[in-house]
């Protein structure tokens, strides 16, 4: 409780991170502020004979009405609540909602406000979190996938291209005829097997000259080309068992994590979600009312299909301020202007170069380098 001159105030925590506070304004202060309002609205208030606000005091009251007590409790519940709140020690982080239970000018006034605060983080002990990293590995099937993918998109680009055949130059048209004499042994074999379907293909397979002349990839023979393609798949596969590893440890530290998320926050990620789709929307042309009733969805609809991933995505910051904090992980002026600098494209570091920009830049660096520190933390580095 916190006891001063003025007010009593009885603090109380409530779940998901909301706090309520009771507070009592004695009958010397209500009748203080009761009169400043007066003083206030008199002078707007006209009664005939009267010069404006020079009518006696009990007309004027009359003429006012609750329009007075409104008055001053607009001005007395959020100046004494912060009044109140800065002693107690507490910010809120959304908007104060005010329950009056009693007010009597004689007797004083009584109220609640209730608020969200920031959360409390509690981190466990990370050390304990024992999460293996998956080994990949590419095989012959996985390659012969690709390869065969990568042939399909050939045979559907040439067939596009001779499906507009008639719009091509004459000179195009005689080199693409020669070719097609070239492969004629090929094209009455696919024919034979049941394969020509109104196109005329250079290559019924994968082959050394297709995997020279049509994948643009640099190679001189089919091996070479599967050897490409086991590297890459190889480096997809390394890349998602990667992040798999690292989401899975960020899901047992915050298992570990104490933590009541603030529906505030929820909101507000959604609200940001909300915009940024809009926005998507409107790049397209389109107009965001138009879209919904097309798509027969609602911005509630959208938002509660969202609500999951936001409160995951809540979690994981609020992990990893905390973290950062527990740390003493820090991100320099210096890191943050290098880190804009590395930026070729002018536009772009043009819109980092700013207050709004730089703070983007901090919050980025120093999730990475907090993530980073979870790391070595689980791994014992």
Same mark, same amino acid.
């Given at each position: 409780?916190?006891?001063?001159?003025?007010?009593?105030?009885? %603090?109380?925590?409530? *779940?998901?991170?909301?706090?309520?506070?009771?507070?009592? @304004?004695?009958?010397?202060? %209500?009748?203080?502020?009761?009169?400043?309002?007066?003083?206030?609205?008199?002078?707007?208030?006209?009664?005939?004979?009267?010069?404006?606000?020079?009518?006696?005091?009990?007309?004027?009251?009359?003429?006012?009405? &609750?329009?007075?007590?409104?008055?001053?409790?607009?001005?007395?519940?959020?100046?004494?609540?912060?009044? @109140?709140?800065?002693?107690?020690?507490?910010?809120?982080?959304?908007?104060?909602?005010? #329950?009056? *239970?009693?007010?009597? @000018?004689?007797?004083?006034?009584?109220?609640?406000?209730?608020?969200? @605060?920031?959360?409390?983080?509690?981190?466990?002990?990370?050390?304990?979190?024992?999460?293996?990293?998956? =080994?990949?590995?590419?095989?012959?099937?996985?390659?012969?996938?690709?390869?065969?993918?990568?042939?399909?998109?050939?045979?559907?680009?040439?067939?596009?291209?001779?499906?507009?055949?008639?719009?091509?130059?004459?000179?195009?048209?005689?080199?693409?005829?020669?070719?097609?004499?070239?492969?004629?042994?090929?094209? +009455?074999?696919?024919?034979?097997?049941?394969?020509?379907?109104?196109?005329?293909?250079?290559?019924?397979?994968?082959? #050394?000259?297709?995997? =020279?002349?049509?994948?643009?990839?640099?190679?001189?023979?089919?091996? +070479?080309?599967?050897?490409?393609?086991?590297?890459?798949?190889?480096?997809?596969?390394?890349?998602?068992?990667?992040?798999?590893?690292?989401?899975?440890?960020? +899901?047992?530290?915050?298992?570990?994590? $104490?933590? *009541? !998320? &603030?529906?505030?926050? %929820?909101?507000?990620?959604?609200?940001?979600?909300?915009?940024?789709? =809009?926005?998507?929307?409107?790049?397209?042309?389109?107009?965001?009312?138009?879209?919904?009733?097309?798509?027969? $969805?609602?911005?509630?609809?959208?938002?509660?299909?969202?609500?999951?991933?936001?409160?995951?995505?809540?979690?994981?910051?609020?992990?990893?301020?905390?973290?950062a904090k527990n740390e003493? !992980?820090? %991100?320099?002026?210096?890191?943050?202007?290098?880190?804009? #600098?590395?930026?070729?494209?002018? =536009?772009?570091?043009?819109?980092?170069?700013?207050?709004?920009?730089?703070?983007?830049?901090?919050t980025v660096l120093s999730?990475?380098?907090?993530?980073?520190?979870?790391?070595?933390?689980?791994?014992?580095?």
């Amino acid at each position: 409780m916190t006891e001063n001159n003025k007010y009593d105030a009885k %603090v109380k925590k409530l *779940e998901k991170s909301q706090v309520e506070v009771s507070i009592s @304004v004695p009958e010397t202060e %209500v009748k203080k502020a009761v009169e400043k309002s007066y003083q206030k609205l008199a002078p707007q208030v006209k009664i005939e004979g009267f010069r404006a606000g020079k009518a006696p005091k009990d007309m004027i009251l009359a003429k006012i009405g &609750p329009a007075l007590y409104e008055e001053a409790l607009n001005q007395m519940l959020p100046n004494i609540t912060v009044e @109140v709140l800065e002693k107690e020690g507490l910010t809120p982080i959304d908007q104060v909602r005010y #329950d009056i *239970e009693k007010f009597e @000018v004689e007797e004083g006034l009584i109220y609640k406000a209730t608020f969200s @605060v920031y959360p409390e983080v509690k981190i466990g002990n990370l050390k304990k979190i024992k999460v293996k990293e998956e =080994k990949v590995k590419v095989t012959d099937e996985d390659v012969e996938k690709v390869l065969k993918e990568m042939f399909e998109d050939w045979k559907k680009r040439e067939e596009a291209k001779q499906a507009a055949g008639s719009q091509e130059p004459e000179k195009a048209k005689e080199e693409r005829k020669e070719e097609e004499l070239n492969a004629q042994e090929k094209i +009455e074999k696919a024919a034979k097997e049941g394969k020509k379907e109104g196109a005329i293909l250079k290559y019924s397979e994968p082959t #050394d000259k297709w995997a =020279k002349e049509e994948t643009q990839l640099q190679v001189e023979t089919l091996e +070479e080309l599967k050897k490409k393609v086991k590297e890459e798949v190889q480096k997809q596969k390394e890349s998602i068992a990667k992040s798999d590893y690292q989401n899975k440890i960020m +899901e047992k530290a915050i298992e570990l994590t $104490t933590m *009541e !998320i &603030p529906a505030a926050f %929820v909101e507000r990620e959604l609200d940001r979600r909300l915009e940024q789709y =809009k926005a998507r929307i409107s790049s397209f042309g389109l107009k965001f009312d138009d879209f919904l009733r097309v798509q027969k $969805t609602s911005v509630e609809q959208l938002k509660d299909g969202w609500r999951d991933n936001a409160h995951a995505f809540i979690q994981s910051e609020l992990f990893l301020a905390q973290l950062a904090k527990n740390e003493s !992980i820090e %991100v320099s002026d210096e890191e943050i202007q290098k880190q804009i #600098d590395s930026v070729t494209d002018e =536009k772009t570091k043009d819109q980092f170069n700013n207050p709004e920009g730089k703070a983007y830049v901090y919050t980025v660096l120093s999730r990475q380098k907090t993530f980073k520190r979870l790391m070595e933390i689980v791994e014992g580095k």
